[in-house]
């Protein structure tokens, strides 16, 4: 995170990130960016910065690889890509109800004003 003091004693945290989905087993797709944001994390949780509550905290992620490698039905498209209240980043693909899912990444933008 990048801490941007306010005037009125506050302070505006900037992260971004790319977090993959802990449903992967660790494992990064071939397409998972390493270099275009701050932090990589395989990890699956969004961190909060040292003492800082979280209770302003506003995510917008967006899902950035996966490997649809196995099986060999093509995605269909996203099936979910979130940040529950626990702070896990979950991101997966499906086939369009034929069971198939495939789990990948996000690049998650966090803003925290406290």
């Given at each position: 995170?990048?801490?941007?003091?306010?005037?009125?004693?506050?302070?505006?945290?900037?992260?971004?990130f790319?977090?993959?989905?802990?449903?992967?087993?660790?494992?990064?797709?071939?397409?998972?960016?390493?270099?275009?944001?701050?932090?990589?994390?395989?990890g699956?949780?969004?961190?909060?910065?040292?003492?800082?509550?979280?209770?302003?905290?506003?995510?917008?992620?967006?899902?950035?690889?996966f490997?649809?490698?196995?099986?060999?039905?093509?995605?269909?498209?996203?099936?979910?890509?979130?940040?529950?209240?626990?702070?896990?980043?979950?991101?997966?693909?499906?086939?369009?109800?034929?069971?198939?899912?495939?789990?990948?990444?996000?690049?998650?933008?966090?803003?925290?004003?406290?």
């Amino acid at each position: 995170y990048t801490k941007f003091p306010q005037p009125n004693g506050k302070a505006l945290y900037v992260g971004g990130f790319s977090i993959l989905d802990t449903r992967r087993g660790g494992v990064a797709p071939a397409n998972f960016p390493t270099d275009s944001l701050t932090h990589v994390l395989t990890g699956g949780k969004l961190p909060l910065p040292s003492g800082v509550a979280g209770t302003s905290l506003q995510v917008m992620p967006g899902p950035n690889s996966f490997d649809a490698t196995t099986p060999s039905n093509p995605s269909h498209g996203v099936f979910e890509c979130l940040v529950d209240s626990a702070l896990n980043v979950k991101t997966s693909f499906d086939d369009g109800g034929a069971a198939h899912v495939w789990y990948g990444s996000s690049a998650v933008l966090a803003l925290l004003y406290e």
